[in-house]
């Protein structure tokens, strides 16, 4: 059975930064395809904020550019999300999204706020 497990969340105030991880059981991070974050705010749809395929290259969303780098530990089998420079927007809840020969896996998300 696949578990994502998120942790890292948490308050702080804008220019601030946090660390978001998302480990891993049950499969093997090196033979994973790819692995995104998302968010979701209330009352909006769920965003996608970056993702990092197996080959290592990245995709981030143009809100976050610059701002957040995703990466990933093969030996702990764990993916992470750096926030710096966090704005209010940013607030949401973080949910790490990950591939396994073609299947989705989800975790149950984090919750990032962000004060002014």
């Known amino acids: 059975q696949v578990q994502l497990v998120e942790s890292g969340g948490g308050l702080v105030q804008a220019g601030g930064s946090l660390r978001l991880s998302c480990a891993v059981s049950g499969r093997l991070l090196r033979f994973n395809t790819m692995m995104s974050w998302y968010r979701q705010a209330p009352g909006k749809q769920r965003e996608l904020v970056a993702t990092?395929?197996?080959?290592?290259?990245?995709n981030y969303a143009d809100s976050v550019k610059g701002r957040f780098t995703i990466s990933r530990d093969n030996a702990k089998n764990t993916a992470y999300l750096q926030m710096n420079s966090l704005k209010p927007e940013d607030t949401a809840v973080y949910h790490c999204?990950?591939?396994?020969?073609?299947?989705?896996?989800w975790g149950q998300g984090t919750q990032v706020t962000v004060s002014s």
């Open positions: 999204m990950g591939i396994w020969s073609g299947l989705r896996y």
């Open positions: 990092i395929f197996s080959g290592g290259s990245t």
